[in-house]
């Protein structure tokens, strides 16, 4: 199976992301210190998880093919651009 090729640059997908989080996200999870927000920067839809892997895990079911944008609650130094683990098929 290949990988899709984004069409937003990575400092886009950064940009995006950061934006989101910013804007609309962060009060929202702001009691949720050192979670994961996974957020897919086409929708901004996002997900909360202990770590990487259950949020993107969480938000990929609800958007399959999200452009995961990762930041840790309460820390600017996770951050993370891709697709995340793909599902078995």
Sequence with gaps: MSET?????PE???ERGDRLYT????QQVESAEGQVVAIDVHSG???LGEDAIVAVDDLQTRHPH???WL???GSRHY???GRGPRKPQ
């Design 5 to 9: 090729a984004s069409p937003l640059s």
């Design 12 to 14: 886009e997908i950064a």
């Design 23 to 26: 804007s609309h996200i962060r």
């Design 45 to 47: 839809d996002f997900s």
């Design 66 to 68: 999200a452009e995961v």
């Design 71 to 73: 930041v840790r609650v």
């Design 79 to 81: 951050h993370r651009i």
